[in-house]
């Protein structure tokens, strides 16, 4: 089944206690991106990856990093998280760039305290 | 960069009625503008998609239309059925990326 998996669902941790979110598709898909969802704001994207070690930010990128070392795979990493990172954290992957299809994963939700 | 509003933030109907969503983009450069329905508790799914080359676009009872020279596309329902139900974000494509609208929740009541 072609499908974007995402662990962990949800976690809650602690200021400063450094957590990565795996993202993985089966797809073969090259460009992967990572957003936050918070209430009234909608998706917006932190990073983007449009093949193997190419990656840019996208509008939100402070206090996250991500790297693409395969290209079924792309960790968001949050090396010192604070509480304004709590959000509602989705990976999404297409073919080829972001004009085609974005293929979802069922969400991460992150709680700091 | 880019940047979409939506509106309405929510929006309820009676099956049956239609639905309209409209979103506004700043950048004249956008091209692409896809519309993605999010269910509770899952990611998103791409519902329907429009070029800057076409002015309207159906799929059965979802139809967009896009305004260049106002830069406004709109999401239709017609026939809105309880399974409707969701939130709706709307996107403009702009260099590499997406910029998504806040969303719309969507209740359809039986």
């Known amino acids: 089944e072609a499908q974007v998996t995402q662990n962990p669902r949800y976690l809650i941790t602690v200021t400063g206690k450094k957590l990565t979110v795996t993202c993985s598709q089966n797809?073969?898909?090259?460009?992967m991106s990572w957003y936050r969802q918070d209430p009234g704001l909608g998706l917006r994207q932190i990073y983007y990856s449009m093949n193997v070690e190419v990656t840019d930010k996208g509008d939100v990128p402070e206090g996250y990093k991500v790297s693409r070392k395969e290209k079924r795979n792309f960790p968001l990493i949050l090396e010192s998280p604070s509480p304004n990172q709590t959000s509602l954290y989705f990976c999404?992957?297409?073919?080829?760039?972001?004009?085609?299809?974005?293929?979802f994963g069922p969400g991460t939700r992150l709680t700091v305290l | 960069g880019e940047n979409v509003e939506q509106h309405p933030s929510t929006l309820s109907v009676q099956e049956g009625d239609s639905a309209v969503i409209k979103c506004t983009y700043s950048d004249s450069a956008s091209n692409y503008f896809p519309w993605y329905k999010q269910e509770l508790g899952k990611g998103s799914q791409l519902i329907i998609d429009?070029?800057?080359?076409?002015g309207e676009k159906k799929d059965q009872r979802i139809a967009v239309t896009l305004n260049k020279t106002a830069k406004h596309f709109s999401l239709h329902i017609t026939e809105t059925q309880p399974e409707d139900s969701a939130v709706y974000f709307c996107a403009a494509h702009f260099r590499r990326a997406l910029t998504f609208g806040s969303g719309t929740r969507l209740q359809v009541q039986p």
């Open positions: 797809m073969n898909h090259e460009y």
């Open positions: 999404a992957s297409s073919y080829r760039d972001s004009t085609d299809t974005q293929y």
């Open positions: 429009i070029r800057s080359n076409v």
